[in-house]
């Protein structure tokens, strides 16, 4: 496969020499392809309570997914829990590759090498998969998003080094898009089941439990993130 030099617009240096980019992809859903995107699908039985909650996982640029599945496991082109629901292929150009690591001079170039300054998209994901690959998995503290954030920090995507598993679950659900109609029904249709079965058994009050749920589930991770800094990894 020959080089081809990306317009200006695909490339990012922080400093005079400019890196090239290989030409991505498209992404293909049949063959499970996703290059250079972040990807989510619903978790059993926890997204039929909140189904703005699912695990995610990030992608190379030949589109093998990775995903941090387990306690010590990241798992390679095997997404956990199901086929990909929702997608967002993110811009390599908004990422920090510094042609130089000695010469690092971006505008978060401190806050980026503490987070582990990666020089392509790949090594990135790489470095992000050694370290979660000696990590205890946890719904609540250290999950899939963490993993995709720890990936992004890498990358300083977006110029930031400050992403953590709120505004990544933010990203996928106000920018990303359903891969389908029925993607979308499988995501919804077992929490629209459970609420009518509960409403129907205990009345309108369980759906105010559900938002109470809702609500502490919700303050738990802006605690651990924001609050108790370390706590939500």
Same mark, same amino acid.
């Given at each position: 496969?020959? &080089?081809?030099?990306?317009?200006?617009?695909? #490339?990012? =240096? *922080?400093?005079?020499?400019?890196?090239?980019?290989?030409?991505?992809?498209?992404?293909? /859903?049949? =063959?499970?392809?996703?290059?250079?995107?972040? #990807?989510?699908?619903?978790?059993? @039985?926890? *997204?039929?309570?909140? /189904?703005?909650?699912? %695990?995610?996982?990030?992608?190379?640029?030949?589109?093998? @997914?990775?995903?941090?599945?387990? =306690?010590?496991? #990241? *798992?390679?082109?095997?997404?956990?829990?199901? =086929?990909?629901? +929702?997608? &967002?292929? &993110?811009?390599?150009?908004?990422?920090?590759?510094?042609?130089? &690591?000695?010469?690092?001079?971006?505008? +978060?170039? %401190?806050? %980026?090498?503490?987070?582990?300054?990666?020089? *392509?998209?790949?090594?990135?994901?790489?470095?992000?998969? !050694? !370290?979660?690959e000696h990590k205890c998995y946890n719904l609540f503290t250290c999950n899939s998003h963490s993993f995709v954030a720890d990936c992004l920090n890498r990358l300083a995507y977006g110029g930031s080094v400050g992403w953590n598993v709120l505004n990544v679950a933010a990203l996928v659900w106000l920018r990303g898009r359903w891969l389908d109609p029925m993607a979308a029904v499988r995501s919804f249709l077992p929490f629209a089941a459970v609420s009518c079965v509960g409403v129907l058994m205990a009345g309108w009050s369980f759906l105010l439990g559900m938002a109470a749920f809702t609500l502490l589930l919700l303050g738990w991770f802006v605690l651990g993130v924001y609050c108790m800094k370390g706590l939500v990894g």
């Open positions: 496969m020959e &080089l081809e030099a990306a317009p200006d617009d695909e #490339v990012f =240096s *922080s400093n005079d020499e400019m890196q090239t980019l290989w030409p991505l992809g498209q992404v293909d /859903p049949k =063959s499970a392809r996703f290059p250079c995107c972040i #990807v989510w699908t619903p978790l059993p @039985v926890v *997204s039929w309570l909140a /189904p703005y909650i699912g %695990h995610v996982g990030i992608a190379r640029e030949d589109g093998t @997914v990775l995903d941090f599945a387990g =306690s010590n496991l #990241v *798992s390679v082109d095997a997404l956990a829990y199901g =086929s990909v629901a +929702r997608c &967002l292929q &993110l811009d390599r150009a908004k990422c920090c590759f510094p042609a130089n &690591l000695a010469a690092h001079v971006c505008a +978060r170039s %401190h806050e %980026h090498a503490e987070a582990g300054t990666a020089i *392509s998209w790949d090594d990135a994901l790489r470095s992000g998969a !050694r !370290r979660f």
